[in-house]
Structures are given as C-alpha cells and as structure tokens.
C-alpha cells in the first residue's frame, strides 16, 4: 500500500523560507512531484523530479526559488523554499507516478498526499 505524507508547512513572512518533506512507502516510483492549490484556484505544478534525482523541472512562477530534492535511502522528497512571496500561498501537495514519462500534469500522478499548508503573511 502506497502512502505519502507530507511535513513541513507553516506561516512564514515574505522573504523567509520553508522546507516541505513527503515521506513515501511502500515502493519507489520513476517520477516525483510538488503540486499546490489556492482558495479558488485549480491544483498547479511546482515542480518535479526523476527517481535517481538526475532531472528537474520547475514552474516559471518558482524558479530560482524552489529546489526539489530526494533521498532515495529515505525515500523521502523534499522542497526546499526561500524568497517566498505571499502568492506562493497554498496547500501544497506531494504527488508520485509510475511512467517514466514526465509530465505536469496533476491528472496524470497516481498517488496524492493529504497536503500541507504554507502561507506567506506580507
């Protein structure tokens, strides 16, 4: 049974930084992803990476901001957050997928966690 958990979010001011993990088990997946979603607003990719780590990719809105990593000993991924801005708030979401085929499509991820809340007081 896959299960994915999230940790991590909080309140923080512009500016500052957060540190999101998502702690998977049961098995190990070809594809990780950071998705979020506003009030109001549909889920949106942030970010993704390759089981090995070797490919990354981001959205525009998050580049040169966010880093996504994982530890495969652990096999635990993480999001890394620095100049955070009060759009970057949302529940943010860990996501997994079988294919090796990259997407950013939320649609296309097998496995959700249950989110976790960031928001960015200004």
């Known amino acids: 049974q896959v299960e994915l958990v999230e940790s991590g979010g909080g309140l923080v001011q512009a500016g500052g930084s957060l540190r999101l993990s998502c702690a998977a088990s049961g098995r190990t997946f070809n594809r990780y992803g950071w998705f979020r979603q506003a009030p109001g607003k549909e889920r949106e990719f942030v970010a993704r990476?390759?089981?090995?780590?070797?490919?990354?990719y981001y959205a525009d809105s998050v580049k040169g901001r966010f880093t996504i990593s994982r530890d495969n000993a652990k096999n635990t991924l993480y999001l890394q957050m620095n100049s955070l801005k009060p759009e970057d708030t949302a529940v943010y979401y860990c996501?997994?997928?079988?294919?090796?085929?990259?997407?950013?499509?939320?649609?296309?991820?097998?496995?959700w966690g249950q989110g976790t809340q960031v928001t960015v007081s200004s």
């Open positions: 996501a997994v997928r079988d294919s090796v085929v990259p997407t950013t499509t939320p649609s296309s991820y097998d496995y």
């Open positions: 990476i390759s089981w090995n780590g070797g490919t990354t």
